[in-house]
């Protein structure tokens, strides 16, 4: 069972956008958070932002924040993550996962890797 699926990567040229959107599988009850990650070859995973109830509280990582927007849709729990002023350095695969009672944005960003349930990814590349 795929817990989530991750749609609207692709090829962009540097400075342009993309907007990716998770949606949760039925199997998947509605959790607290929300996180995006990423992982480009030859690195660790990484932590890109995340988003939390009540309240959709956000936190980003410090290489995205004011390019990037993460928000969630109440009404079908998918999380959406807009990119903007693309750099070739943001070029890798993609994750979204969810995250129960106790985390926080913050948490989900740092340490939310560790602790993931994986989809397939949506690759995003960004030509210079």
């Known amino acids: 069972q795929v817990p989530v699926v991750e749609t609207g990567g692709g090829s962009v040229q540097a400075g342009g956008s993309l907007r990716l959107s998770c949606a949760p599988s039925?199997?998947?009850?509605?959790?607290?958070?929300m996180g995006w990650f990423r992982q480009a070859p030859g690195k660790e995973r990484e932590g890109v932002a995340g988003?939390?109830?009540?309240?959709?509280?956000?936190h980003y990582a410090d290489s995205v924040k004011g390019r990037f927007t993460i928000s969630r849709s109440d009404a079908d729990n998918t999380a959406y993550l807009q990119m903007n002023s693309l750099k070739p350095e943001d070029t890798a695969m993609y994750y979204c996962?969810?995250?129960?009672?106790?985390?926080?944005?913050?948490?989900?960003?740092?340490?939310?890797?560790?602790?993931?349930?994986w989809g397939q990814g949506t690759q995003v590349t960004v030509s210079s």
């Open positions: 996962s969810t995250f129960a009672e106790g985390w926080d944005p913050r948490s989900v960003v740092n340490i939310g890797k560790s602790f993931g349930y």
């Open positions: 039925e199997y998947n009850t509605r959790r607290k958070c």
């Open positions: 988003v939390c109830t009540p309240g959709s509280v956000t």
